[in-house]
Every structure is written in C-alpha cells, then in structure tokens.
C-alpha cells in the first residue's frame, strides 16, 4: 500500500547526529542486541572456564622463565568432575628475591598432598605468572574451555557484522545526498516457517536512480537492501536513498535501516527518542559489566 504521504530529506550534508542518536544506530538494532546478548552470556562462562594467562605458558619461549621449588599449600574438592572423576585445585606458594608468590593449578583424580614440594615454572619478570608441571591452569580441560569461547565468537561475529552495516549507514546519514528511487525489482529470499511455505519473510530489493554528476554526466544506479521491513520500503511510490556523490555506488535505502532516524515535517533528521535507551541496556550491560571484570579481576 502505497498511500503514505511523500517523504523528502531536505537537509543538506554535513547533517548534525547526536552522540546518543548514533549510538542508537550503532548498537541499537535487533542483530547488535542479539549479538552483545550471546556475547555478554557466553563471557560469563568464560571467565569461570577459560583462564587467559594460559597463552603466556604456552608462549613462554619469548619470555624469561625459570624454575622453583614450591609448596602446595592447600589441597580443595571443586565439587567438580570430568567423567565422574572429582577434580582438585592445589594453591602452592614459592619465594623469589625475597618475595612470596602464589599460584593454582588443577588436576582431575588427586595426585599430590598438601605439604608436597614440587618444582614450578615462572615468569622471571613477572613471577606471579606461574605453572605447574603435570597439572593444568583451569578447573576443566582445554577441549570445554575452547567450547565455552564458541558462543562469545558467534556473539562478537553478529556485533562484527552490524556495526560495519550500520558504520555505513551513519555515514551516508552524516555525508550522503537525498534522492528518491523506484523500486525495480523485489525477489523473496526466506519464507516463515508453515509448512505450506507461504508467508515470505524476506527480500532483497532494487532500487534505480539517476544522478548527475559535476560534469552533467546523468547515470543510472542502483540501490540494493535485504530486510524484513517491507511495510516500510513499499509505503511510497519512490523510496528515499542516501548515496555518496563521490561513488554512488555507495548507497542506502533510508527505510530499510533499522532504528533509522524519524524525518521532520521540514526534512530534517531528528534525533534518536529518548525510550530508545533500552534498546541499549544489554550492550552496555556486556560492555560495562565484563570490562569491569576484565580490569579489576582478570589484570590484577
């Protein structure tokens, strides 16, 4: 139905964005969210599985490491297990250049006593980096740990994947000249569910427009978009699209942006409401919340 009055962007470029209207459009889309919700989610079982000093043993060959004798000073049950086998985490400590340092390492079935001497490996510049031999740095073997790091990698692969399309987007908002384009062609790329296979979900689109250029060159281009948004990019006999004057092969169509900015009455762009906060919550929520930890845990 294309009975929506006629929108134009009048405002010429370079257009003002708020700082809170471009994060809205950076990390305020669906795929964002859904990426920094498997990412904050994922991390957590990081942070308890992974230990992120391991690189540093497995690299010690650039660095200055040397041996020493240590104590075990305590021998715990994690209440953990692998294959029904209980796994232990053994705290010993070791002296160097009149310090005391301290160090974990794990084992799955018990294998030393507290009280043991065992000879350890540490980093001569950093000693609090340490290793003992026979034993591992995590509760749980390497083969669980690289399976707990797939879903943070499938989170940060969205976030990847949204913020170049979305970079973009700000661009051509920021820089982009306003045209309007006639829809040429649309093809159905997914169809829901049901099983008689109706209802297609998604299409791609093309747009055509012309452009003259500073020598009055009048060419022909077009702008293409997948989405799911089709009440939104079929509401007007011509579509808006922002384009680079410079490469107008470098286009967007206006309504297939997400979170897109609302356009004035005078074609202005308006800012970002202020409700479209939530939309940011679980971003910062995973940002804020694992960069603390990062910090004031995983650095000390």
């Known amino acids: 139905m294309k009975n929506k009055p006629s929108r134009n962007i009048k405002e010429l470029p370079p257009r003002h964005l708020s700082l809170f209207t471009k994060l809205v459009l950076l990390f305020g889309n669906g795929q964002s969210i859904l990426g920094w919700g498997i990412f904050g989610f994922g991390m957590i079982f990081v942070w308890g599985f992974v230990s992120f ?164 060159e009048t060419n022909k281009y077009i702008a293409k978009c997948s989405t799911t948004l089709c009440h939104l990019v079929e509401d007007e006999l011509k579509e808006i699209v922002l384009f680079d004057r410079f490469n107008p092969n470098n286009n967007i169509v206006f309504d297939s942006m997400e979170s897109a900015p609302r356009i004035s009455p005078d074609g202005y762009l308006e800012q970002a409401p202020f409700y479209k906060i939530f939309n940011l919550i679980i971003p910062a929520i995973a940002i804020l919340g694992h960069g603390y930890y990062y910090i004031f845990y995983v650095l000390q």
Do not use: C
């Open 53 to 216: 000093d391991a690189p540093a043993y497995w690299l010690k060959i650039f660095q200055n490491w040397s041996t020493k004798s240590a104590t075990i000073t305590k021998v715990s049950d994690t209440n953990g297990s692998i294959n029904e086998v209980t796994v232990y985490q053994y705290d010993y400590s070791f002296d160097h250049e009149n310090q005391t340092y301290h160090g974990i390492a794990f084992t799955t079935g018990k294998k030393f006593n507290e009280g043991t001497v065992r000879e350890i490996e540490f980093n001569v510049n950093n000693p609090q980096e340490s290793k003992m031999p026979d034993t591992r740095r995590t509760q749980f073997n390497r083969w669980l740990s690289l399976f707990v790091v797939i879903f943070p990698i499938i989170g940060l692969s969205f976030i990847y994947s949204s913020i170049k399309k979305s970079w973009k987007y700000l661009k051509l908002l920021k820089i982009g000249d306003a045209t309007k384009a006639k829809m040429v062609s649309k093809k159905s790329i997914s169809k829901s569910g049901n099983n008689k296979g109706d209802g297609p979900s998604l299409y791609n689109y093309e747009f055509q427009f012309n452009y003259t250029d500073q020598h009055g």
